[in-house]
């Protein structure tokens, strides 16, 4: 059972260089999430994404962009990398049919701007 | 919008006693769920327990309980017979099943340490 799968799991990025980082599920899940957690402190939604086809903003979407043309997959790309997105990135699923239950997370991935 | 507040940055306890650990949220859904994650030193999200709103019942896992006052929007997790790998950052987090993609809305965390 792989769950959600994040790569890639650390990364050094130049200021002003760009990326993607990658997620996959293999549970059918409707739901995907990318959250960002900076030093210290809670996860912080980025984008959301309900279906293939269909994504929204989070709290603090400036700077990233994402796509969902399949159900398993979710990128979120960083164009312009700053310093301010130094952070742990997760990404997350879920199903609305397993009313109120586990949204599983990835293992995380460790992005450092310099 | 809906918030959580998590008022201790920091806590400690010893080896064996009982801590709390607070948790505050604001929504104005009726239908919801509330979590307790455990986050170590890798980073990884450990889900400790959750609590559906519904329910008047506190939830239990082990040596982990909640005490869920829905009037007062409170929901403290108290964690009996600490022990040295209880020791983490602690995140209280809300999941209202009507927002759209039902996402998690995350306090900002305790970190607990155990004193042998």
């Known amino acids: 059972n792989a769950g959600v799968t994040q790569t890639p799991k650390f990364r050094i990025l130049k200021i002003g260089q760009s990326m993607t980082l990658q997620c996959t599920q293999d549970?059918?899940?409707?739901?995907m999430y990318w959250y960002r957690q900076d030093p210290g402190m809670g996860l912080k939604l980025i984008y959301y994404s309900v279906g293939a086809g269909i994504t929204d903003k989070g709290e603090v979407p400036n700077g990233y962009n994402v796509s969902r043309s399949t159900t398993e997959d979710f990128p979120l790309r960083l164009e312009l990398a700053a310093p301010s997105q130094t952070s742990v990135y997760f990404c997350?699923?879920?199903?609305?049919?397993?009313?109120?239950?586990?949204?599983?997370f990835g293992e995380g991935s460790w992005l450092t701007v310099v | 919008a809906q918030t959580v507040t998590q008022s201790q940055p920091e806590m400690s306890v010893q080896e064996a006693e009982t801590v709390t650990l607070s948790c505050t949220y604001d929504t104005s859904e009726s239908d919801y769920y509330l979590f307790w994650y455990k986050q170590p030193p890798s980073r990884q999200m450990i889900l400790v327990i959750r609590q559906e709103a519904y329910k008047q019942q506190n939830a239990t896992e082990n040596r982990f309980s909640v005490n869920f006052q829905k009037a007062a929007k409170s929901f403290s997790l108290k964690i009996s017979d600490s022990q040295l790998g209880d020791a983490a950052m602690y995140f209280c987090a809300y999941r209202g099943l009507l927002t759209s993609g039902s996402r998690l809305t995350f306090g900002e965390g305790t970190q607990l340490t155990v004193n042998p």
């Open positions: 997350a699923s879920s199903t609305p049919r397993d009313r109120g239950n586990t949204i599983y």
């Open positions: 549970m059918n899940h409707n739901y």
